[in-house]
C-alpha cells in the first residue's frame, strides 16, 4: 500500500462539496478538466513501481507526455481515437526539433482557450438571461437562451455524465431544471413530455451524487425536482412517443464533425482509426491495402507468386485483428495508462491487466466513476461504486486487491479532512479488510495506517455520539477501537477506551456492565505488574479512576459493603499519588462518609467529616479557595444534615441547611436545581418544627423554581407541589390547598417513581375536602386511599384512612357503612388501645348523638373520660367540649360551662392549640348568653379576639376565626338589644368574609342574610317611611344572595339557605304590603 499513495493529482479549482452557488448564479469561470493529465500520468505510472520493472520511454516521447484522464471533458470523450490514428497517418507529417514548439501548436492552443473562455461566458450569460424571460413568462426567448446555456455546458463538460466535475454536474441540472420550468409554464405546449424528460435527466445527474456529498442547495433542488415530477400535470401527460428505430445514418453519410457533437459511432471511428493504420503502412510502401494486394500479387517482386500474395493477406487481415482487438480492450477498460501498465510486463502488471481487462463493462465502469468521484472529493460516492466491486472477480488478484485498498484508503484520508467522519471510518475498514486477505506479503506500515485511522474515525464518532446524549453508539465505536488498539497491544490506549465505554454504560444505568468492564480494566493494568510499587504511573492514574467509577458503580447498585471496600483500597492509592490534603483525597473522604451514613455508622462519618470541616475552615481563614469543588462541599453538608436527623438534632440539621443556601448563592447561583433542594429541604424541617410562616415562603420558592426546570411529571415537582399544599392547608389557607391539591391529583399517578406516597396525598386530600364540606370529593379520595393501602401493608395508615372515610360517610348521611367503619376500627384497635382508637370512639359517639342515640353517646364519652391511658389524652379536650354542648342543649348551664373549663384546661395546658381554645371560648359565651349575662360573654370574646390580635396572626386561618367571634358578638349585642352593635360586629365579620373567601362563597352568602336580617329587624322599630330605605336594602341583599345560591347548582347540599332566604322575603312582601 505504501506504493499506492498520492497517485490522485486534485483539481485546478475548487469543485468540491462546497460549491453552492454553482447554481443561483453560474459566474464560475473555471471549467477546465478534474485534473492535470501531466501530473497525473507521471503519478499514475509510479502507482506500478511494485513490480520492480523500469518504465521504457516510448522512442521520440517526452518523460511527460499527455495521457487521457478519466475525468475529462469533452475533449477527451469525443476524441479519444484521435493519438491512434495519427499515429499512423499516410500523410507526411513535419517534425518539430525536440523541445521545440511550433507556431501552428501555440495558434491552436490559443484559439482552443478562447473558444474555451467564449462558452464559458456564454454559458453563464445565456442561462442568466434565460431565467430573466423565464420569470416575466416569455417562454419562447427563456427556451432559446437556456438551451443555448445547455449546448455550451455540454461542449464544454462532454456527453457522459458520469465523468462531469461536480460544477458541471450541478450547472447542468439546473438548467434542465429550468427547462422544464418552462416547458411546464408554456400554455402552447400541450404535451408536457419534454418538461417531464427534463425534470427527470436533472433529478439522474443530481442522483448520480449521493446525497452526503451534495451542499445543501442540491439537496434542496433534488427535492424540488421530486415535488415538480409529482405534479399532476406530468403525472397525466399521456404516453410517452416511441423512440426512432436505431439507424446507421450516421455511421455512413455523417461527418467526423456530426458524430463527435452527437457522440454517435465512437466505436465505428476507433475501428476506423485502426484500419487507417493498415492503409497508412500500404501507402507508404506504395502498395495497395486490403483486397487490392490480393489482386496484385506480381507487384511484390513477382516472387512468391499466388502463395505469397495469399500469405501476405493472412498477415495483414491477423494483424487487423488484433488491432481492432486492441482498440476495443481499450475501449472497454482504458485503465492501462491510468495506471501506468503500458509499459510494464512483470507477471503482478500482466495480473492486474488481465484482471481489469477481463472486468464486465459495468465493474470497469463502476471503477472508472469511483477514481471520478475520488478526484471530486465525493467520497460517499466513490464509497459506494468502490463497494460494488467487492465481489467481483477481479479481486481474487493481489495487484487488484491492493490497488482497491489504496483507493480505498484515499477515500478516507480526504474524508476525514473533510470531517466525514462515517465515511472515513467505513473507508478504513474496508481497506483494512482487504489488506487482511493478503496479510502474509501486505506491508505493516499500510496495516498500521488503517488501522489508526479507524482507531482515530471511532473515537470522533464516540465523541460526537456522547455530545448528542447518544451513549449507546458511542459505546459500539469505542468497542471497536479499543479491539483495534489490543490487536496491537496498546494496554493504556485500550484501557483508556474501556474506561470511556464503562462511562457511557453508566449514564444509560447499567451499573452491573459497567462494573464489569472497570474490573477488566484492573486486570489489564495489572497485566506484568507485581505490585502496586512497580506500576507505571501512566497505569496508575488510570487504575485510580478505574477503583473510583467501580466504587459509584457499587453506590447505584445499593452493594453498600462492595462501595466501602473499594473506597478503603481507593483512598490509599490517591494518598500516595497526590497526598493526604490533595482536592481528590478530600473528594473522596466526603463521598465515604456519605456511604457512611447509608450504613448506619455514623460515628465514622462524622469523624471524616469534623476533619473536613477543619481543614476547610482553616483554608477559609486564610483566605484561600475551596478545598475541594463546590458541588463536593455541598455533598458534605449534606451529609452532615443526614447525620444530624439520625440523631435527632433537627434544629442542627436546620442550621446546616442554611448555610448550605449561603453556600449555593454564593458559589453556585445559576445551580437553579441544587438552590431548589436545598430551600425545598430546609422549608420541610421549618415545617416540622411548627414555624409553618417561614417555611412556607421557601417552599413556594422552590416550586416555582422546579416548575421552571422541569415538566409537570417529574417526581422533585410533585414533591415541592405536595409540601406546599401540605403547609397551605395547615395555615388553614383552604382555597389554596384546594387547588394546589386538585393539580397534584390529577398528575400523581402519572409520575414514576414518586418520592411522595400518592395514598397519604389521597388522604390529605380528602381531610381538605371534608373541612371545606366537599363531602363527596372526600368519600372519593378517602375511598381511593384505602384501595391503595391494602398493597401497601401499612397496618396504622389503613386505620387513619378508615376513620377518615367513616366520618366522611357519616357527614353524607351513609349511617349504616359509617357504623361498619367505627366498628371494624374499635374491634382491630381493642387490644392496644392506641390514640386512634380513642379518636374512634369519640367520633361514633357523635354520630350516636346525631340518631338520636345521646345517652348510649354519653356512656362512650364518660369511659374516655375515665381512662387513665396518655393515648386519650388528645381526644378528651373535645369529649369535655361534646358534654359541655349536650348539657348546654338540656339547659344545664352551669355542668356545660364545667365541662368547657376543662376542655379549655386540656387545651392551654397539654397542648396549646389556638383554634380549639377560640372554639371553647365561643361555646362558653354563648352559654352565658344563655343565662343573659351578656357582659362575661362579652369578656370572654373580647379575651379571645386578643389572643387571635397578637403579631404574626395576619394569615387568612386567622382572620376567619376573628370573623366568627366577630358573629358570636353580634348575636350577644343582638340579644341584649343593642342592634347598632349587633349590625356593626355582623359587618365587620361580612367584611372580612367577602375579603378573604370572595363575595360569591357559601359563607359569605350566609352572612349576607344574617345583616339583612338585623337590617330588618331594627326596621321595625321605626315608621314606615324611615323604615322603607333599610327595607329596600335588605331586600335587595337578600335577592342577591338568593340568585347566587341558585347559580351553585347544588340545590340539595344549600337547600336551608335558599328556604331561610325564600322566608325571609315572602315576610318582606308581606310586610311592604
Known sequence: MSKFKNKIGRSGYASGDDASDVISELSHDETASLTSNTSKSSAFRSRMSRFGKKKRKKEGASGSGSTPSVGSASKTNSKSTTPIAASTSARPQAVSPPGSVSSASRRSKHSNQSEEKRLQKDAKSRFNIGLVYLKTGDYSKAQDNLEHSLYCHVQLAGHNPKMYTNQSLYQIASVREKLGDCYLGNTAVVDKCLALDHFEEAKRLLDSVHPEDAPDNVKEMLERVDEKLKLPELSHSGVRKKPPPVTKKYEMQGNDKAKKTLGIGVAAVAVGGAAAGGAAAAANNNAPVGAAAATAPTQANGKKGLKGGFEKFGHNIEKFGKEVAGVGLGIKSGFEEILGLEDSDDENASGLRASISNMHDEEAEALKIAISHIQRDNHRTALNHLLSLKECEAMQNWAFRALMADYMMQVADSALESSKTGVAVESYEEALAILKQDEDTSEEEDFSKARKGCIKGHKMIAIDCEGFGDFRSAIEQRKRACELLESENKVVPACHQLISIAYNLGKVEEYDKSSVILSDVCRKLFKGVTSLDYMPSDRLHLLVKAYHMRAICFTKMAKWKLALDQYDELIPLVAKESGRG??????????????????????????????????????????????????????????????????????????????????????????????????????????????????????????????????????????????????????????????????????????????????????????????????????????????????????????????????????????????????????????????????????????????????????????????????????????????????????????????????????????????????????????????????????????????????????????????????????????????????????????????????????????????????????????????????????????????????????????????????????VAVWQG
Open 582 to 1067: 490533595s482536592l481528590d483525597y478530600m473528594s473522596l473522604t466526603i463521598r465515604k462518609a456519605a456511604l457512611l451514613v447509608t450504613l448506619k455508622n455514623y460515628a465514622a462519618a462524622t469523624e471524616l467529616l469534623r476533619n473536613y470541616f477543619q481543614m476547610a475552615d482553616i483554608n477559609d481563614g486564610a483566605g484561600n479557595e475551596l478545598i475541594v469543588g463546590p458541588d463536593d462541599h455541598s455533598l458534605a453538608l449534606d451529609t452532615s444534615a443526614a447525620i444530624d436527623l439520625k440523631l435527632g438534632k433537627v434544629d442542627d440539621a436546620i442550621t446546616t441547611f442554611e448555610k448550605k443556601l449561603a453556600f449555593l448563592e454564593e458559589h453556585l447561583p445559576q445551580d437553579k436545581e441544587m438552590k431548589s433542594d436545598a430551600m425545598h429541604k430546609l422549608g420541610c424541617l421549618l415545617s416540622y418544627k411548627k414555624n409553618h410562616e417561614e417555611a412556607l415562603p421557601l417552599l413556594q420558592s422552590a416550586l416555582d423554581t422546579r416548575k421552571f426546570l422541569f415538566d409537570g411529571r417529574n417526581k422533585f415537582l410533585i414533591e415541592s407541589s405536595w409540601a406546599v399544599a401540605a403547609t397551605n392547608q395547615t395555615l388553614g389557607d383552604t382555597d389554596k390547598a384546594l387547588a394546589d391539591y386538585e393539580i397534584l391529583l390529577e398528575k400523581i399517578d402519572l409520575v414514576e417513581d414518586s418520592p411522595i406516597n400518592s395514598v397519604v396525598v389521597h388522604n390529605s386530600a380528602g381531610k381538605l375536602f371534608f373541612e371545606d364540606g366537599k363531602i363527596e370529593a372526600a368519600v372519593s379520595s378517602f375511598t381511593k386511599a384505602l384501595e391503595g393501602v391494602e398493597s401497601q401493608g401499612d397496618d396504622a395508615l389503613k386505620k387513619n384512612i378508615m376513620l377518615n372515610l367513616a366520618n366522611a360517610l357519616a357527614a353524607k348521611g351513609e349511617i349504616d357503612g359509617a357504623f361498619d367503619l367505627y366498628e371494624d376500627l374499635e374491634r382491630m384497635g381493642k387490644r392496644k388501645r392506641t390514640q386512634l382508637y380513642y379518636f374512634t370512639l369519640y367520633n361514633k359517639s357523635l354520630l350516636l348523638i346525631k340518631v338520636g342515640e345521646k345517652e348510649q353517646a354519653k356512656d362512650i364519652l364518660n369511659d374516655i373520660i375515665e381512662t387513665r391511658s396518655s393515648k386519650a389524652d388528645d381526644t378528651k379536650g373535645n369529649v369535655y367540649i361534646t358534654l359541655g354542648i349536650l348539657s348546654v342543649e338540656e339547659k344545664k348551664i352551669e355542668s356545660g360551662l364545667n365541662y368547657y373549663e376543662d376542655a379549655l384546661a386540656m387545651f392551654v395546658d397539654e397542648r396549646y392549640d389556638i383554634s380549639s381554645i377560640t372554639q371553647t371560648k365561643k361555646l362558653m359565651a354563648m352559654a352565658y348568653l344563655e343565662t343573659k349575662k351578656y357582659d362575661v360573654a362579652i369578656t370572654i370574646l373580647e379575651d379571645a379576639l386578643t389572643e387571635l390580635s397578637q403579631p404574626g396572626m395576619e394569615r387568612k386561618f386567622y382572620q376567619l376565626m376573628k370573623a366568627e367571634v366577630w358573629n358570636c358578638m353580634s348575636k350577644v349585642y343582638q340579644r341584649r338589644g343593642d342592634h347598632s352593635s349587633a349590625k356593626n360586629f355582623a359587618k365587620l365579620a361580612l367584611q372580612t368574609y367577602k375579603s378573604e373567601l370572595g363575595e360569591r362563597h357559601p359563607i359569605t352568602l350566609r352572612n349576607v342574610s344574617n345583616v339583612s336580617v338585623l337590617l330588618l329587624e331594627e326596621a321595625e322599630g321605626l315608621t314606615k317611611s324611615e323604615a322603607k330605605s333599610i327595607i329596600d336594602a335588605a331586600k335587595f341583599e337578600m335577592e342577591g344572595a338568593l340568585g347566587a345560591f341558585l347559580s351553585l347548582n347544588d340545590s340539595w347540599a344549600y337547600r336551608f339557605d335558599v328556604a331561610s332566604l325564600k322566608t325571609n322575603l315572602g315576610l
